[in-house]
């Protein structure tokens, strides 16, 4: 009677063969937009808690790029773009074309609209203005979670596309309104389209490791955003604390833009009529950056081989998916203390 639909737990890749001598071989480089290349598939996302410019240079040296947040007084925009001019990218929401015409002529790259549902007709009409005035600005656009919605997009003008509704680590929008996609299907679904429109997908949401990432990516995603495993880290622009029963001796709060908390310092309190879709919670630090993605990305390129794949597409090309129980996680993980025989 329904669709049925998936999470990253409910799907496995079938090992193919494999003619890829050894796991350094692969080559991680895609396309983030239609005309920019990226040396990883990774991204950190622009949320208040995650990039800062000292997460930035780190993305910068290891082949990524920064999407400033757009939660900053206008003049520290500004100072970011002139500090990584064709090297980072700005945030909008889809009141602000001015202040995002202006960061554009400074120098950014190009622009991540953020919006919370991107399938609306005020997104298509601030995407299409903004490709008049700067056709050659790259232009990220989301969020969505399904094919029509990823096709309306691109036929605005959007040069890739933010997948993902509900999944990420402080969302609450599934629970608060019913509404929302499982990621892996929502990724798979609008993946049939980006392989027609050749417009990179952006798989937001709900990575928590180096397998998530080998699932959204073998699914048809170019790229991943990653915003709570960033937060973690030492470099993120969270706001940390002291907490010496961690084992890097720090906590950091990270929190969804839809939270209470955020809106509380951002607009002075929840707008009127409206509820909270997000929530903020205190973590410990797990370490650097440079760490997560020596994990992400070692994980990444194991897969690859075991995928029989030289490189993303490929990984795609070859990737043969089925649908497993909850009992295939728990077969998947060590089990130390089990008393089988």
């Known amino acids: 009677m329904f669709q049925r639909a998936y999470t990253f737990d409910d799907v496995a890749l079938v090992p193919q063969y494999n003619n890829v001598p050894s796991r350094t071989e692969p080559l991680l480089e895609t396309w983030l937009t239609k005309s920019q290349k990226l040396e990883i598939p990774i991204l950190a996302a622009n949320m208040d808690t995650v990039i800062g410019p000292e997460l930035a240079d780190v993305l910068i040296q290891e082949g990524s790029i920064p999407i400033f947040h757009r939660f900053s007084p206008f003049e520290n925009q500004k100072d970011w773009v002139k500090k990584y001019t064709n090297k980072t990218y700005v945030s909008c929401g889809i009141r602000d074309i001015d202040q ?4 554009l002529d400074l120098g950014a790259a190009g622009v991540c609209i953020d919006v919370a549902h991107g399938h609306s007709e005020s997104m298509f009409r601030f995407v299409e203005e903004l490709k008049r005035t700067h056709p050659k600005s790259q232009i990220l656009a989301g969020n969505v979670c399904t094919a029509m919605a990823y096709h309306d997009l691109v036929n605005a003008g959007a040069d890739a596309v933010k997948v993902g509704v509900g999944p990420g680590a402080a969302c609450t929008t599934r629970v608060v309104t019913g509404f929302g996609v499982p990621q892996f299907t929502a990724i798979k679904e609008c993946a049939r389209i980006a392989e027609r429109l050749r417009v990179p997908l952006i798989a937001d949401g709900g990575i928590r490791n180096s397998r998530d990432v080998v699932l959204a990516l073998a699914a048809g995603a170019s790229t991943v955003m990653i915003g709570k495993l960033f937060a973690l880290c030492k470099e993120s622009a969270s706001e940390k604390k002291e907490d010496l029963s961690t084992p890097h001796g720090l906590s950091c709060k990270y929190r969804g833009q839809a939270s209470e908390d955020f809106q509380n310092d951002f607009y002075g309190g929840l707008k009127d009529k409206t509820v909270a879709e997000g929530i903020d919670f205190w973590a410990p630090v797990t ?16 897969g690859l081989t075991y995928g029989g794949a030289r490189n993303i597409k490929e990984l795609q090309r070859k990737a043969e998916f089925v649908e497993v129980t909850r009992n295939y996680m728990t077969e998947s993980h060590p089990r130390p203390q089990s008393s089988a025989s």
């Not at 995002?100 to 960061?103: D, G, I, Q």
């Not at 650097?288 to 194991?302: A, E, F, M, N, P």
């Open 100 to 103: 995002t015409r202006e960061l």
């Open 287 to 302: 370490g650097s950056t440079d760490d997560l993605l020596r994990q992400l990305l070692g994980g990444l390129r194991s």
